[in-house]
């Protein structure tokens, strides 16, 4: 399967690259291209220029600065979970990026590029001949969404690994574009919506995530649910973090919505009470109603509600002492 | 029995590991020629109708194609690997029966062009109703797939003996039970290729394929060509896998021979793996109602059966796969009174074809299911009730084969004790339980008749071997296998016999690889050959070290008198003294191989034999199961395995190895979902086969049996062993968590759903 | 519009004129005629396409030549030398970790990255190095006793 043609650019910093973006609005940003090339041989991502982040510099780091664990947006996913520090004060994130397709995914995918995927569905994810049996979906340019059977929505699915974790670590994301550099919450990149998931604006990259240093005063974890050890994308994947100290927890979700997401009724519930047998018979009850599960993939969504549940009641006993 | 033998039985690496480790192994798509163009195949959208229009002009104008062909210009010839099967034609006349039927080719000057062009053909279809359920497409009134048959049903089989309602009458416990067993793809690595060129002034067609049926090939090619089957030839490049995929001509054969024909240049066409998923074959799903009859004792009155096989959209192998899925339910149980109907069905899916097993998979795992739900009913070990009910050699056998050699006793004694069957059958805690399975196979359909093999054995003056074989090796090993049987025949080291193999051109007539009947058919046909060489040499050279030629033993490079190895020449010095008495070099043995048979087909209507010989296992499994997820995960495998004897015990093992983690991928990850008439999940990531990580611990116990009839006493190895993981599987999840799954796959959501039952009952 | 590539492979420089949209794996084998890397789905769903980029194990179909551009790659004809099988590849001949071959090249390159970072792996990790490399025929345990057997670590897969 051919690419697409397009223009290749192979700018030497962040500004060069940000500049290209502006110029051509139907600019693609490549990173490891994991994700990215595999939906342009699919032909449902066709960009007109590539704007290539492989000689771009300084960017491939994991750091403690001011409190903070700071990590370069392509920065290797390997090097992420492989890091001392990460792997043994933030577990959430060194196992979800551990747990990110395969192997070969994990040196080539960076973490920036991993946050920033595209959101999946099993009629987005075709080739163009497959997809000449319907109409083009509305995620790849045309009206309909074939999963909702109805125009001008889309119903895809956000299923990347590291997402949630970082949620529940409280990360913050450095985006940085014509207008300058803005520090966010990681959740605000995150449109919710299927066809632009992303709310970056025009020019703008994801240059940094940054992790407060609160971060590793919990425990935490994340749970994949996928039918192999490797190479999939998770059925369900649930991140949990939680604080003797505080009282504090939190759950993050992903392969459940159009984007990652905190389960925070949960959350709410679970605020200063004791990890134990109410909160945990309790968790079934209050992750249904969390996100708007939708048949995106090969997947039964009775399948995904009941995995929402099981994954946290195993991380919480994970948190508890057991395994 | 391996310090009999100096290269047979022994853990010889494959003739071409060398090759494949350092990439330097020449498979089709490494193929490359001067002013070679590219091909790509355009295929149905929709699942069944008719082809109003074509219209091929902005395509064929567009700079760097070379060519352009629909269905309208190709001979009217159907072509099938089974004659009386055949109902396709390389690009599709007149309608379309399935999403992904080839409607029409293109050939360009590099492929990026050929996928453009192929965006810019331009076809008016009629959609028809389709059907998708072969139990709906069998009904009165049901759309009709293929013109001319009646009820979409391209073959039925009825085979029978004994009097079954008067053994049911006489039973014990009499159960009937529905299984379903689900569409399975191959999943080749090597994506299916063809590389075709043309001798304008011969008028001659080269075709390098990746294929399991190079003679096949050339049949089917020179009949839908339309050209002497003399001026076709067929070689077999490596072949990356085949599985029974590779069994049949495909569009890419045809296409690329003919645009060879047309432009004089060298094609190529290979296929996207989507396309392998969608349009080449898969395993039949296949719906079986099974009735048996019990003796108190376990003991195995009458069974039968009612089989629909899903076809999808063409034949393929249609006929063959019935016959042996029902054949082979009369091993390795004596069934003393059967009835068998089954029904293979058209619908408008991917097509049903040869994969490992070939529709015996499917009837092994309803069998061996309800065999252990029976003995529970009758309160009885499933492992004691598949021993007692194991036939034995050299019995009168109902069906009329002929079976030298059995160790299915054995090895169901030798798998119960490997995997702890006394220890922990029934014993285990909650979600953890062991299971087994037995089954049988053929080593080559005797069924189809003029299945020969050919060999030819040259022997120069330098001592150096060749082999001349059509068999097709696909990665099993097939070369080096009878490199191996060459080897101690003449006595040789392994090492100085060359293989030339697969070339319609220069290597003799064989079937291909298909049935298991390579090492047996091909096998025999090379020893043959061999020892006609080895004859020829001891004639030439008996008086010179004064014996009569049959006391001569060929071994260790050296000829020497039975009983006096000390005296004697060495093989390369006897050579020259044949060449010296001026006699034709290279020394030619040459030899063809059949397994004794009647007529095809005469087994439907009598008894028979069906094989040369039969391959015998029990495999038992141990599992474990999480409660709160559902996932399996297989902890241990246990191969308890007759192949009368390993030729080679690495690449047997081999076999073993991957033929477990195909039965665990059909037990437990595997499922062609289709949704009307598409397949959503045509990727390597999502039609999830097992990786490194779910593999489990596997051990093998080789019970040697020394058939009579194999080469060296071979029997198959590379089938059978794929027929009873799932069940055994499947067995262990019934003693995991006291759950009967009788649909394959179980997936973790079947478990939880399952359990969760269970719990609402109160179990 | 077509640019000029550099390209290191197994220590030699090509300078090779390509379309951007050409994969890495599309330059190795139908640019400069390496065709021991193998294309399995195209997709990066298989790991039959695994080449060493600056020793790193990397599914070249995924990858766009230009990218490669200033790395050093390293296919499976670069890995022995002076006729002589490297280390690695003899104990995939030995073991018999191989049927069909196809697949083969993938997995010892892998191999090699996985031996290059942890020289004494467990079983359990080579499984999970190793299982982006799909293999059809051998059920992975001869592959596994292969690179345990090149790392000369006793035991392998029981």
Same mark, same amino acid.
């Given at each position: 399967?051919?690419l697409?043609k397009?223009?290749?650019?192979?700018?030497?910093?962040?500004?060069?690259?940000?500049?290209i973006?502006?110029? @051509?609005p139907?600019?693609?940003?490549?990173?490891?291209?994991?994700?990215l090339?595999?939906n342009?041989?699919?032909?449902?991502?066709t960009?007109?220029?590539?704007?290539s982040?492989?000689?771009?510099?300084?960017r491939?780091y994991v750091?403690k600065?001011?409190?903070?664990? $700071?990590?370069?947006?392509?920065?290797?996913?390997?090097?992420?979970?492989t890091?001392?520090?990460?792997?043994?004060?933030l577990?959430?994130?060194a196992?979800?990026?551990?747990?990110v397709?395969?192997?070969?995914h994990?040196?080539?995918?960076?973490?920036?590029?991993?946050l920033?995927?595209?959101?999946?569905c099993?009629?987005?994810?075709?080739?163009?001949?497959?997809r000449?049996?319907?109409?083009?979906?509305?995620?790849?340019?045309?009206e309909?969404?074939?999963v909702?059977?109805?125009?001008h929505v889309?119903?895809?699915t956000?299923c990347?690994?590291?997402?949630?974790?970082?949620?529940v670590?409280k990360?913050?994301?450095?985006?940085?574009?014509?207008?300058?550099?803005?520090?966010?919450?990681?959740?605000?990149?995150?449109s919710g919506?299927?066809?632009?998931?992303l709310?970056?604006?025009?020019?703008?990259l994801?240059?940094?995530?940054?992790?407060?240093?609160?971060a590793?005063?919990?425990?935490?974890?994340?749970r994949?649910f996928?039918?192999?050890?490797s190479i999939?994308?998770?059925?369900?994947?649930?991140?949990?973090?939680?604080?003797?100290k505080?009282?504090?927890?939190?759950?993050?979700?992903?392969?459940?919505?159009r984007?990652?997401?905190?389960?925070?009724q949960?959350?709410?519930?679970m605020?200063?009470?004791?990890?134990?047998?109410?909160?945990?018979?309790?968790?079934d009850?209050?992750?249904?109603?969390?996100?708007?599960?939708?048949?995106?993939?090969?997947?039964?969504?009775?399948?995904?509600?009941?995995?929402?549940?099981?994954?946290v009641?195993?991380?919480?006993g994970e948190a508890?002492?057991g395994? | 029995?391996?310090k009999?033998?100096?290269?047979?039985?022994?853990r010889?690496?494959?003739?071409?590991?060398?090759?494949?480790?350092t990439?330097?192994?020449?498979?089709?798509?490494d193929?490359?020629?001067?002013?070679?163009?590219?091909?790509?195949?355009?295929?149905?959208?929709?699942?069944?109708?008719?082809?109003?229009?074509?219209?091929?002009?902005?395509a064929a104008?567009l700079?760097?194609?070379?060519?352009?062909v629909t269905?309208?210009e190709?001979p009217? $010839?159907?072509?099938g690997?089974?004659p009386?099967? $055949?109902?396709?034609?390389?690009?599709a006349?007149?309608k379309?029966?399935?999403?992904?039927?080839e409607?029409?080719?293109?050939?360009a000057?590099?492929p990026?062009i050929?996928?453009?062009?192929?965006?810019?053909?331009?076809?008016d279809?009629?959609?028809?109703?389709?059907v998708?359920?072969?139990r709906?497409?069998?009904?009165?009134?049901?759309?009709?797939?293929?013109?001319?048959?009646?009820?979409?049903?391209?073959?039925?089989?009825r085979?029978?003996?004994?009097?079954?309602?008067?053994?049911f009458?006489?039973s014990?416990?009499?159960?009937?039970?529905t299984?379903?067993s689900?569409?399975?793809?191959?999943?080749?690595? @090597?994506?299916?290729a063809?590389?075709?060129?043309?001798?304008?002034?011969?008028?001659?067609?080269v075709?390098?394929?990746?294929?399991?049926?190079?003679?096949f090939?050339?049949?089917?090619?020179?009949?839908t060509?339309?050209?002497?089957e003399s001026?076709v030839?067929?070689i077999?490049?490596k072949?990356?896998?085949g599985?029974?995929?590779k069994?049949?001509?495909?569009a890419?054969?045809?296409?690329?021979a003919?645009?060879?024909m047309?432009?004089?240049?060298a094609?190529k066409?290979?296929? @996207?793996?989507?396309?392998?998923?969608?349009?080449?074959?898969?395993?039949h799903p296949?719906?079986?109602?099974v009735?048996?009859?019990?003796?108190?004792?376990?003991k195995?009155?009458?069974?039968?059966?009612?089989?629909?096989?899903?076809g999808?959209a063409?034949?393929?192998?249609?006929?063959?796969?019935?016959?042996?899925?029902c054949f082979?339910?009369?091993?390795?149980?004596h069934v003393?009174?059967?009835?068998?109907?089954?029904?293979?069905?058209?619908t408008n899916?991917?097509?049903?074809?040869?994969m490992?097993g070939?529709?015996?998979p499917?009837?092994?795992?309803?069998?061996e299911?309800?065999?252990d739900?029976?003995a529970?009913?009758?309160?009885?070990?499933?492992?004691e009730?598949?021993f007692?009910?194991?036939?034995?050699?050299?019995?009168?056998h109902?069906?009329?084969?002929?079976?030298k050699?059995?160790?299915f006793?054995?090895?169901v004694q030798?798998?119960?004790?490997?995997?702890?069957?006394q220890e922990?059958?029934g014993k285990?805690?909650?979600?953890?339980?062991?299971?087994?399975?037995?089954?049988?196979?053929?080593?080559?359909?005797?069924?189809?008749?003029?299945?020969?093999?050919?060999?030819?054995?040259q022997v120069?003056q330098?001592?150096g071997v060749?082999?001349l074989?059509?068999a097709?090796?696909i990665?099993?090993?097939?070369?080096t296998?009878?490199?191996q049987?060459?080897a101690?025949?003449?006595?040789?080291?392994?090492?100085? &016999?060359?293989?030339?193999?697969?070339?319609t051109?220069?290597?003799p007539?064989?079937?291909?690889t298909?049935?298991?009947? &390579?090492t047996?058919?091909?096998?025999?046909?090379a020893?043959?050959a061999?020892?006609?060489v080895?004859?020829?040499?001891?004639?030439?050279?008996?008086?010179e070290?004064?014996?009569n030629p @049959?006391?001569?033993?060929a071994a260790?490079?050296?000829?020497?008198?039975k009983g006096?190895?000390?005296?004697?020449?060495?093989f390369?010095?006897?050579?020259k003294?044949y060449?010296?008495?001026?006699?034709p070099?290279?020394?030619?043995?040459?030899?063809s191989?059949?397994?004794?048979?009647?007529?095809?087909t005469?087994?439907?209507?009598?008894?028979?034999n069906?094989?040369?010989?039969?391959s015998?296992?029990t495999q038992?499994?141990?599992?474990?199961?999480?409660?709160?997820?559902?996932?399996?995960?297989?902890?241990?495998?246990?191969?308890?395995?007759?192949?009368g004897?390993?030729?080679?015990?690495?690449?047997?093992?081999?076999?073993?190895?991957?033929?477990?983690a195909?039965?665990?991928?059909?037990?437990l990850?595997?499922?062609?979902?289709?949704?009307?008439?598409?397949?959503?999940?045509?990727?390597?990531l999502?039609?999830?086969?097992?990786?490194?990580?779910?593999?489990?611990?596997?051990?093998?116990?080789?019970?040697?049996?020394?058939?009579?009839?194999?080469?060296f006493?071979a029997?198959?190895?590379?089938?059978?062993?794929?027929?009873?993981?799932?069940?055994?599987?499947?067995?262990?999840?019934?003693?995991?968590?006291?759950v009967?799954?009788?649909?394959?796959p179980?997936?973790?959501?079947?478990?939880?759903?399952?359990?969760a039952?269970?719990?609402?009952?109160?179990? | 519009?077509?640019?000029?590539?550099?390209?290191?492979?197994n220590?030699?420089?090509?300078? &090779?004129?390509?379309?951007?949209?050409?994969?890495l794996?599309?330059?190795?084998?139908?640019?400069?005629?390496l065709?021991?890397t193998?294309?399995?789905?195209?997709?990066?769903?298989?790991?039959a396409?695994?080449?060493?980029?600056?020793?790193?194990?990397y599914?070249s179909?995924?990858?766009l030549?230009?990218?490669a551009?200033?790395?050093?790659?390293?296919?499976?004809?670069?890995?022995s030398?002076n006729?002589?099988?490297?280390?690695?590849?003899?104990?995939?001949?030995?073991?018999?970790?191989?049927?069909?071959?196809?697949?083969?090249?993938?997995?010892v390159?892998t191999?090699?990255?996985?031996?290059?970072?942890?020289?004494?792996?467990?079983?359990?990790?080579?499984?999970?190095?190793?299982?982006?490399?799909?293999?059809r025929?051998?059920?992975y345990k001869?592959?596994?006793?292969?690179?345990?057997?090149?790392?000369?670590?006793k035991g392998?897969?029981?």
């Amino acid at each position: 399967m051919r690419l697409p043609k397009f223009d290749y650019r192979s700018p030497n910093s962040i500004q060069e690259a940000s500049a290209i973006l502006l110029e @051509e609005p139907s600019a693609r940003v490549l990173a490891g291209g994991t994700d990215l090339l595999v939906n342009m041989k699919h032909k449902v991502e066709t960009p007109a220029v590539i704007v290539s982040l492989a000689a771009v510099p300084d960017r491939n780091y994991v750091k403690k600065a001011d409190g903070a664990v $700071r990590i370069g947006a392509l920065t290797p996913l390997k090097r992420v979970y492989t890091d001392s520090f990460v792997a043994q004060k933030l577990p959430a994130l060194a196992i979800a990026a551990s747990s990110v397709g395969s192997y070969h995914h994990q040196t080539m995918g960076t973490l920036g590029g991993n946050l920033c995927q595209q959101t999946r569905c099993k009629f987005f994810n075709q080739s163009k001949w497959w997809r000449n049996s319907r109409p083009i979906c509305f995620k790849a340019g045309g009206e309909m969404c074939h999963v909702a059977k109805k125009e001008h929505v889309c119903y895809s699915t956000y299923c990347g690994d590291v997402a949630p974790a970082l949620l529940v670590l409280k990360a913050e994301v450095v985006l940085t574009g014509k207008a300058g550099v803005r520090q966010v919450p990681l959740e605000s990149i995150y449109s919710g919506e299927g066809k632009t998931p992303l709310t970056l604006q025009q020019g703008e990259l994801l240059t940094e995530i940054v992790i407060p240093e609160q971060a590793a005063d919990g425990f935490s974890t994340y749970r994949k649910f996928a039918n192999r050890g490797s190479i999939d994308f998770p059925i369900v994947g649930a991140a949990f973090w939680t604080s003797k100290k505080t009282g504090e927890s939190r759950i993050g979700f992903t392969a459940v919505d159009r984007k990652p997401l905190r389960a925070l009724q949960l959350e709410d519930f679970m605020k200063g009470k004791q990890l134990g047998s109410e909160v945990i018979e309790a968790v079934d009850g209050l992750v249904a109603k969390e996100a708007r599960l939708m048949l995106s993939s090969i997947d039964s969504l009775s399948q995904k509600r009941q995995l929402m549940g099981q994954l946290v009641k195993k991380a919480i006993g994970e948190a508890m002492g057991g395994r | 029995m391996e310090k009999e033998f100096t290269v047979v039985g022994h853990r010889v690496p494959m003739i071409d590991a060398a090759a494949k480790v350092t990439g330097s192994a020449q498979f089709t798509d490494d193929l490359v020629f001067p002013g070679m163009l590219y091909g790509k195949v355009l295929r149905s959208p929709l699942p069944h109708a008719k082809i109003l229009n074509i219209d091929v002009s902005k395509a064929a104008s567009l700079p760097g194609v070379k060519g352009v062909v629909t269905g309208a210009e190709i001979p009217d $010839r159907r072509y099938g690997i089974v004659p009386k099967a $055949r109902d396709e034609y390389a690009l599709a006349k007149g309608k379309v029966r399935y999403i992904g039927d080839e409607v029409a080719a293109v050939c360009a000057i590099d492929p990026e062009i050929a996928e453009e062009a192929i965006d810019l053909i331009k076809v008016d279809y009629e959609e028809l109703p389709a059907v998708f359920d072969p139990r709906e497409a069998i009904k009165e009134g049901a759309p009709i797939i293929h013109e001319g048959v009646a009820n979409n049903t391209s073959f039925a089989i009825r085979k029978e003996f004994g009097d079954v309602a008067k053994a049911f009458a006489e039973s014990a416990l009499v159960s009937e039970d529905t299984f379903y067993s689900q569409a399975v793809n191959h999943a080749p690595m @090597e994506p299916h290729a063809a590389v075709a060129q043309y001798d304008p002034v011969r008028g001659q067609v080269v075709l390098w394929s990746s294929t399991q049926i190079p003679f096949f090939l050339r049949r089917n090619l020179s009949a839908t060509l339309q050209i002497p089957e003399s001026k076709v030839r067929v070689i077999k490049p490596k072949v990356g896998g085949g599985f029974g995929q590779k069994i049949d001509m495909f569009a890419k054969d045809f296409c690329a021979a003919w645009f060879a024909m047309k432009t004089g240049r060298a094609v190529k066409f290979v296929y @996207e793996r989507d396309e392998v998923f969608i349009a080449t074959r898969q395993r039949h799903p296949m719906y079986l109602t099974v009735k048996t009859g019990m003796a108190k004792d376990g003991k195995i009155l009458a069974q039968q059966f009612l089989a629909h096989a899903d076809g999808g959209a063409y034949n393929s192998t249609a006929p063959t796969m019935m016959a042996l899925s029902c054949f082979f339910l009369m091993v390795p149980y004596h069934v003393p009174n059967l009835l068998y109907e089954g029904y293979h069905v058209y619908t408008n899916k991917p097509v049903g074809g040869a994969m490992r097993g070939h529709g015996i998979p499917q009837a092994r795992f309803a069998v061996e299911r309800q065999i252990d739900m029976m003995a529970g009913r009758l309160n009885l070990d499933p492992a004691e009730v598949r021993f007692k009910n194991s036939i034995k050699a050299g019995e009168p056998h109902p069906g009329g084969f002929v079976i030298k050699t059995c160790g299915f006793a054995d090895s169901v004694q030798e798998a119960a004790k490997a995997i702890g069957w006394q220890e922990k059958r029934g014993k285990l805690p909650f979600g953890r339980g062991v299971g087994m399975g037995g089954a049988s196979f053929p080593s080559g359909v005797t069924n189809m008749s003029h299945i020969s093999s050919g060999a030819v054995v040259q022997v120069g003056q330098d001592g150096g071997v060749n082999v001349l074989t059509g068999a097709a090796d696909i990665g099993q090993g097939a070369e080096t296998v009878i490199a191996q049987i060459v080897a101690e025949e003449l006595g040789v080291p392994f090492d100085i &016999v060359r293989v030339t193999a697969a070339d319609t051109g220069t290597t003799p007539l064989d079937p291909g690889t298909f049935g298991s009947g &390579v090492t047996v058919r091909a096998g025999n046909a090379a020893r043959i050959a061999a020892e006609s060489v080895r004859k020829k040499l001891f004639e030439c050279i008996a008086d010179e070290m004064e014996a009569n030629p @049959e006391d001569l033993i060929a071994a260790d490079g050296k000829i020497f008198v039975k009983g006096s190895p000390d005296i004697n020449v060495l093989f390369t010095k006897a050579l020259k003294m044949y060449q010296y008495r001026d006699l034709p070099m290279p020394l030619v043995g040459r030899a063809s191989w059949m397994a004794d048979t009647k007529e095809p087909t005469t087994l439907f209507n009598e008894p028979g034999n069906f094989s040369p010989n039969y391959s015998f296992m029990t495999q038992a499994a141990e599992v474990e199961v999480d409660l709160d997820t559902g996932k399996v995960k297989v902890v241990k495998m246990v191969t308890a395995h007759d192949c009368g004897r390993p030729i080679n015990p690495m690449l047997v093992e081999g076999q073993l190895e991957g033929s477990i983690a195909g039965g665990m991928g059909q037990a437990l990850y595997e499922d062609v979902i289709v949704d009307k008439g598409q397949v959503m999940n045509p990727s390597f990531l999502d039609y999830g086969f097992p990786t490194a990580m779910e593999m489990p611990e596997m051990e093998s116990i080789d019970i040697e049996t020394d058939d009579p009839v194999g080469p060296f006493g071979a029997k198959e190895a590379g089938e059978g062993t794929q027929l009873s993981p799932a069940p055994a599987i499947v067995n262990a999840i019934y003693d995991a968590i006291g759950v009967e799954f009788n649909e394959l796959p179980v997936t973790p959501e079947k478990v939880l759903k399952a359990l969760a039952e269970k719990k609402k009952q109160g179990v | 519009m077509k640019k000029v590539l550099a390209l290191k492979v197994n220590g030699d420089t090509h300078e &090779v004129l390509i379309s951007p949209n050409m994969t890495l794996l599309e330059v190795l084998r139908d640019k400069l005629g390496l065709m021991g890397t193998k294309r399995g789905c195209d997709l990066g769903a298989c790991g039959a396409c695994t080449v060493l980029v600056d020793g790193e194990a990397y599914l070249s179909c995924i990858m766009l030549a230009m990218d490669a551009a200033g790395r050093e790659v390293t296919t499976i004809e670069g890995l022995s030398g002076n006729g002589q099988l490297h280390p690695i590849q003899k104990s995939f001949v030995d073991v018999g970790g191989l049927q069909c071959g196809f697949c083969t090249p993938g997995i010892v390159m892998t191999a090699k990255a996985i031996l290059d970072e942890e020289p004494k792996p467990t079983e359990e990790s080579i499984k999970k190095k190793m299982a982006g490399n799909l293999c059809r025929c051998t059920g992975y345990k001869k592959v596994v006793e292969a690179v345990m057997d090149a790392a000369g670590v006793k035991g392998g897969l029981k």
